[in-house]
């Protein structure tokens, strides 16, 4: 089994930037694949960014490429997501998920993950 919590999610204005942290207990950190989601109000999960177990690998969605950077440190067993240049429409609730075995064309879905956060808000205002 494996618990994960986010942390630093808050409120900033537009352009500024936040860093979200996502530690996981339960598991071998570095056996994890590591997902960040986000879910605005009345619309559907989305992919954010993923890394692979040793952090070597890291995939993005467009609408963040340039932005937020996803990286981990195995030794603190913690995901962190750097969102930088942020955007009204980044507003959401972001999940850090992870799962032991996956594909990199599974990667951006949310199906291929097993375990999840509760998640932490973050608001952008313009």
Do not use: H
């Not at 590591?34 to 969605?61: D, L, N």
């Not at 959401?92 to 064309?105: E, L, M, Q, R, V």
């Amino acid at each position: 089994q494996v618990q994960l919590g986010e942390s630093g999610g808050g409120s900033v204005q537009a352009g500024g930037s936040l860093r979200l942290a996502c530690a996981a207990s339960g598991r071998t950190f570095s056996m994890l694949a590591m997902g960040w989601f986000r879910q605005a109000p009345e619309k559907e999960r989305e992919f954010v960014a993923a890394i692979s177990r040793s952090g070597s690998s890291t995939f993005y969605a467009d609408s963040v490429k340039g932005r937020f950077t996803i990286s981990r440190d195995n030794a603190e067993k913690t995901v962190y997501l750097q969102m930088n240049s942020l955007k009204p429409e980044d507003t959401a609730i972001y999940y850090c998920a992870a799962t032991i075995t996956i594909s990199n064309s599974a990667q951006a879905s949310a199906r291929a993950y097993d375990y999840w956060g509760q998640g932490t808000q973050v608001t952008v205002s313009s």
